[in-house]
């Protein structure tokens, strides 16, 4: 617990400084200005304005104002860009110790496709066809289009290559690329830099935000191993998620709703700005019936489920879902360039369920208290952040019975200098972070206390080869008090050989981490001879990828692209089963009984290579009208497996998605989407099944009222066919929920 103490104070003291860093530099210059609409002369939010060939770039507030802020002299090629307007771009000339401004009148213009700009593939701002990784993007007009239903991972499910899989009422698993379960981490999951993954598990309680999805601004989601950049358990992919600062959306808002299983929530949200300050406080509560039913006394859904394992001695608590939550943060924008960020929240979660491996654990309230603090500007990129999850109620486990406790703390500190050369050809990164985590189950879940800590440094150098050629490369070095160090390369090459058509080629190296319940998981079944123990000898999970993809832009109203990959993967952990850990090969009788138990616990065993490709062409019929369909193919091979061990990716083969949003002049949009999974095998924990083929239609839209008042209507599953996602999870059926918001 020293360390975590430490670790606030360290965090202090990085609060106090944030405030007096230095304003400006002598040798460096800064650009800024305003962003206007053509015939209104109102300003526009959100427009990208880049430098190109580097790394500075900046968006709009929500009265057009920009600020990039350091930046060498010199002269660079500026680009100011947003959905539905004319692109700009013009010859800036920076000259040291001066601000040069650049004011703009934006003209409307149809959909400039493949203008959408990302970040997270290479730590900059860049076009989504330039990226060196498969990047899906949603941006904030479709999350605020399906954000009612408060089930953030809703909103990728029609993405290319994505798999997601439901068994509660916010119990979700995303996952890219094969190799999912009911406990999925293999991608990682960050909101604005902090990572959403609970300390024992690794996992993500989606209903635990602290913030509603309308102040979502951005969803980024690269797919393939990402270890080179973001470290452990980018194996998968990142799912990077930016919410909407202070200055961009301004005033106050309100919003409540109502739908079937008795769903409810309100939420409140006041934003202010006073000189350099911002400012933003959201409270509000969410409320709904869970499709889960008891199982006790056999008393199953669906066939298969096993009547000796799967059947629970504990009755399932139906009272509804709830979630309440609130969160606050204050921004201070330097005169000179560069931003501080402070905020915290905290939600309170109640009657969840969630599918283990050793079976439905119900959480009957938990706290999830979290603190962030950020500086970004003159090049660096400092963030700090704490999480904490505490039960007030112990959790139950319903396959056993027995109360169950997490209580965890996580601090986290990084800090990244950016910076280009040679004419802006050559941008490097470069970083490191260090992270605690204590955490202690009372004896529940294992049989000690843990204080742990990880730490990793980076590099990645992007050089520009020609006009239309750039080559990648970046390494990361992690170590742990929990594993073996780890190191994690990447390169890639990115062609561009006529405008709008994309060629790349990537090579990737990733690794996963053992989470504390495959180390360290101690629980003694209290009715049958059995446990379920950890394993402290296991190893990380390593990924090697290599990928192709194409990304080109027709007429200015198709984009297509094409990702093919083939991944070799190694060291697998097992699922929880018996006999696999070479430690307990056959019944034992552990220390303080008289007979002996059968053994379920973990190994690393297991070889795979896996390869597919994903398709995705989204299809402009006019500036109101879209198109998308993509299609996904998935197979492996097992090279090597333990012979106790079912290794099945729990993804089917293929799966395919299609979806048309209309979108009209004055705001009001609709969208439906298609969702098709053909029948697959489930393994994972004491769960182990077949899954039916499902398809599933979902409905989103809203509509202006006036300019401050909208409504926002949702369904999951329009047609209400029963089905369950996940061996072991719920039968699902339709969801609506209808919303109203006012802006004042």
Known sequence: MMRLHSGRNSALAFLLTLFVLPLSAQTTGSLSGTIREAETREGIPNVNVVLRGTGYGAASDLEGRYTISPLPPGTYTMVVSSVGFKRIEVTVTIVAGQTTTHDFLLEHESLQVGEIMVYGASLRQERIT??????????????????????????????P??????????????????FNSSLNRRLLILLDGRDLGTAFLSATEWNGLSVPLEEFGRIELVKGPGSALYGANAFNGVLNVTSIPPKASLGNRVIVGGGEKSAYRADVRHAGATGAWGYKINAGIMSGKSFSTIRTNRKFEYPGLNPFLNNEVRDLNLDPVNTMYGSA????????????????????VENEVIVTGIGRVQVQKATKPWARASYTGHGFNVLLWTNGRHNNQPEQSLSTG????????ISH????????????????????????????????????????????????????????LKGVVAARWDRSSLHPSQFSPKAAIVWSPIAGHTLRATYNRAFQSPNYSELYLYVKHPTAALAYLGNDGLVPEQITGYEIGYKAVFANALFLSIDGYYNQLKNFVTDLGPGVNPKYPFAVILPGETFPRTIWSYTNAGKVNEAGYDIGVNYYLSDSWLVDLNFSYFTFEVVERHPNDVLLPNSPKWRTNGGITYTHPDGHDVSLKLKYVPTFEWAAGIYRGTIPSYALLNLGGSYKLTSAIG????????????HYQIFGGSLLGRRAILTASMDF
Do not use: C
């Open 711 to 722: 409504l926002n209507l949702n369904i999951t599953n329009l047609l209400n066919r029963s």
């Open 161 to 178: 290559g994505v798999d997601i899989v439901q068994s509660g009422l916010f119990d979700f698993n995303i996952n890219t690329r094969g």
């Open 413 to 468: 500190g990084e800090i990244q200098y950016s910076f280009a050369a040679f004419e802006n050809r050559l941008f490097v990164v470069t970083g490191a972070s260090h992270r605690l985590v204590s955490i202690d189950t009372k004896g529940s879940l294992m049989l000690s206390t843990r204080d742990d800590d990880m730490s990793g440094v980076f590099a990645q150098a992007e050089y520009k080869v020609a006009e239309h």
């Open 402 to 409: 027995l109360p169950l406790t997490q209580n965890a703390q």
């Open 329 to 348: 943060r204050l921004d201070y924008d330097y005169a000179g360039g560069g931003i501080a960020t402070i905020e915290g929240g905290i939600s309170q």
């Open 130 to 159: 330039d990226a060196p990784a498969a990047v899906s993007v949603i941006e904030a007009k479709d999350i605020v289009r399906f954000a009612g239903s408060g089930q953030l991972p809703k909103m990728l499910e029609s993405e």
